[in-house]
């Protein structure tokens, strides 16, 4: 998904049968389900020629984006009241102490925001196809919304000490869980970083930032290279 690159036949067969055995229903799809699917359409719709059986033009494009933003949709409607979370105040990334998100654990935290970053990159192949302006702005408000959710789901990751590695391995110890639960904030987080044509350089900042402290608390390469290529291109288009 982060390459642009599409999920192979066989692989999205598996999910779809997995799907239709397990009983999940109209609005009810597992994301790892709808994450190939999408994979697919945004290969499609930046190639004229990779997927011949499949409609590149833009208004087919347009219309699956269309019908996959709908059940993302039904997706956060139905989801069990066990991982729906709470808003405690509102506020923007750079008034972090003014708001939180309550989530029942971090794994509800880690899908909601998966489920976030699906949804971004859906809007995004809409609004690139969207001629109404009206609808346009409305489809720019809602990426800017969900990049806003992630960051300030980032804080129900941290230790009080944010992510000085020792004490958020000890805090994440006592919950119990690993360290390899933070990983799983890398790829929404990039996301946000990523989107340069709707959210502000003070947002894109704000994730950069936040791979940092991943990357020098765990370890983690990719969260820096992510960060530095980022703003890289920042700079470059400032330039």
């Known amino acids: 998904m982060q390459r642009g690159t599409a999920a192979p036949d066989d692989i999205l067969q598996m999910h779809q049968t997995l799907a239709s055995n397990s009983g999940w229903g109209k609005g009810d799809k597992p994301l790892g389900h709808l994450s190939f699917r999408l994979s697919r359409l945004r290969a499609a719709a930046t190639s004229t020629f990779m997927f011949p059986s499949e409609q590149s033009d833009d208004a087919k494009i347009l219309e699956a984006a269309m019908a996959m933003d709908q059940e993302l949709d039904d997706w956060s409607r139905n989801i069990p009241e066990s991982r729906k979370y709470t808003v405690v105040n509102n506020s923007y990334p750079s008034k972090e102490e003014e708001e939180r998100h309550e989530y029942p654990s971090v794994w509800a935290a880690q899908t909601w925001n998966n489920y976030r970053a699906l949804r971004i990159l859906v809007r995004q192949l809409i609004v690139s196809?969207?001629?109404?302006?009206?609808?346009?702005?409305?489809?720019?408000?809602?990426?800017?919304?969900?990049?806003?959710?992630?960051?300030?789901?980032?804080?129900?990751?941290?230790?009080?000490?944010?992510?000085?590695?020792?004490?958020?391995?000890?805090?994440?110890?006592?919950?119990?869980?690993?360290?390899?639960?933070?990983?799983?904030?890398?790829?929404?987080?990039?996301?946000?970083?990523?989107?340069?044509?709707?959210?502000?350089?003070?947002?894109?900042?704000?994730?950069?930032?936040?791979?940092?402290?991943?990357?020098?608390?765990?370890?983690?390469?990719?969260?820096?290279?992510?960060?530095?290529?980022?703003?890289?291109?920042?700079?470059?288009?400032?330039?």
């Open 129 to 239: 196809r969207c001629n109404e302006p009206g609808e346009r702005d409305a489809h720019v408000a809602v990426i800017q919304r969900l990049s806003r959710e992630i960051c300030v789901s980032a804080g129900c990751y941290k230790a009080p000490s944010e992510y000085s590695c020792s004490t958020v391995l000890h805090f994440w110890r006592g919950k119990g869980l690993t360290w390899q639960v933070i990983i799983g904030l890398i790829w929404p987080l990039t996301v946000v970083a990523e989107e340069a044509d709707f959210n502000t350089n003070e947002v894109r900042h704000w994730a950069i930032k936040e791979l940092r402290k991943i990357g020098s608390a765990i370890g983690h390469r990719q969260a820096r290279l992510i960060a530095d290529t980022v703003e890289g291109r920042m700079g470059a288009d400032v330039v």
